[in-house]
């Protein structure tokens, strides 16, 4: 289940037997109640989490499971520089309605939202910490995922100028290593319901 056209596009082409449906996960339901709904990155992209994950636990047949990876590195400059470089600039008016807060919550947030609503609850981070190669390999990482709709909102040389100026930022929050290397520590948080 995805919202993009274009997302289940590529996936029915690695995988033309699984039955891709395009719809809004935060209204989306089964036909009837899964063994398994699982969620890979997608999650912090809707909002109202405490509304959100006991309706999706709610869609999981008795024994089966609730289990999501969300990214939770909104806190840390290749996030927090997508918001301040927003907030300055020409972009403003146009990048204004983007920034929102923090979409992942601590973990402790998802016990209390899931914990009574199912059997047995694990959540947990980790932080990885990845070694990524070239110029502004962090401003990269970002532009396919956070960075993307501030992107798409800009047209031409107002969206080259916003991030150029993201870039900039995000480069002297992670300078890269005497080897070349940039350490970039991403955090993780993940969830496994039992219901």
């Known amino acids: 289940v995805d919202a993009s056209a274009s997302m289940l596009e590529r996936a029915r082409a690695s995988d033309p ?18 063994d398994l709904l699982f969620s890979n990155a997608t999650l912090h992209w809707i909002d109202d989490h405490a509304r959100l994950f006991p309706r999706l636990a709610s869609l999981v047949a008795p024994d089966g ?3 999501v990876q969300m990214p939770r ?7 927090t520089s997508i918001d301040d470089t ?4 020409p972009w403003h008016a146009r990048l204004a ?16 939202v899931l914990a009574p609503h199912v059997g047995s609850l694990d959540v947990w981070e980790t932080v990885y910490t990845q070694a ?9 990482f970002v532009k396919g995922s956070w960075l993307k709709p501030f992107l798409d909102a800009l047209d031409g040389a107002e969206g080259a100028a916003f991030e ?19 350490l970039f520590p991403f955090r993780r948080l993940f969830i496994v319901a039992r219901c």
Request: aromatic share 10%.
């Open 86 to 89: 927003g907030r300055e600039g």
């Open 17 to 34: 037997q699984v039955e891709w449906v395009q719809a809004d996960v935060a209204a989306w339901a089964p036909p009837a109640p899964v």
């Open 65 to 67: 499971a609730l289990a």
């Open 132 to 140: 990524l190669t070239g110029e502004n390999p962090v401003a990269d």
């Open 73 to 79: 590195n909104f806190g840390e400059p290749s996030h």
């Open 164 to 182: 150029a100026a993201y870039r900039a930022r995000v480069a002297r929050a992670y300078p890269p290593r005497d080897d070349g290397t940039t």
């Open 97 to 112: 309605p983007l920034i929102r807060p923090e979409p992942t919550k601590p973990p402790e947030y998802y016990w209390d």
